[in-house]
């Protein structure tokens, strides 16, 4: 092949993936493995392990580094999962800067440097975006970053994000961690995903109230209404002996004008006299311990005669 058309078809197979392509690739447009050693010798491509070939002499960027680690795990079977490919999908705010794949569980391939790869049993039927780089949809990703997550706090805070950041929606969360086989946190990861899928009602007042009990604290009325300047308010739980109010707030109760709706209420229950504590359900999760410790705290004090 002439060196001009092979230079200029192999940038425009190259530019649907930042620059990279396959061997496999510039195989079938006729661009062998002589072509690509003579581009490389001279200093005008350079190969990125065994099956990546950058037609430039630069580094590969984040994109670039996605899609070679598709081609060197294995293009048929790999796709890019987890906080990759929510990144992919726009995710902002979340630091990972490891590629993680995953690929079928019978797949071998030697490990990458700065690559996670992550066998999977099977694939969820449609969980896959073939368009462009082959990666797992948003709450497919979701459910098996949380999964792969260091720690429970970091995969709260991946799936939290997700639904956040409207890569998702809460009820496709759902139905996603009910399809996804995951080895860790199991039902931490389904406490969640309900947490975050339908509010206070998958914890609610009675767990609270549970959980008070279990620490020996003395138990809260429930559904407690006050009436305020700015109209009737239901409180979660409350011990009028103590001024003290608990509000058990849902995982959408920060989003948009929730946040507003939330200070107006909370002020006005201040105004009336009881002390306000806030609790998230994610975080009655994650920090039952400080959070019941906080409340037997509040009750400490009594009211005044």
Known sequence: MERSKRRRLAAELAEAADGVASRAWLAAAGITRHDIRYEVDAGRWRLHGRQTVAVHNGTLGTVARRWSV?????????AIDGVTALQHAGLKGYLDEVVHVSAVHNHNTDPLPGAAIHKVIRRVTGELVLAGLPRTTPAVAAIRAAHWARTDRQAALILLMTVQQRLTTPHRLAAAQRLVRG????????????????????????????MCRSRGL????????????????YLDVAWDDHDLVVEID????RWGVAVTDDNLRQNDITLSGDRVLRVDVIGLRLETDRFLEQVQRGLSRRRAA
């Open 250 to 253: 849902g995982a959408q109760h």
């Open 218 to 233: 003395p138990e809260p009325s429930r559904q407690v209404v006050r009436q305020t300047p700015g109209g009737r308010i």
């Open 70 to 78: 598709v081609f060197e795990t294995g293009s048929a079977v790999a």
């Open 183 to 210: 080895r860790t946190r199991r039902a931490f990861i389904r406490a969640v995903v309900r947490d975050i899928a339908f509010g206070v009602q998958s914890l609610g007042e009675l767990d609270f109230a549970r």
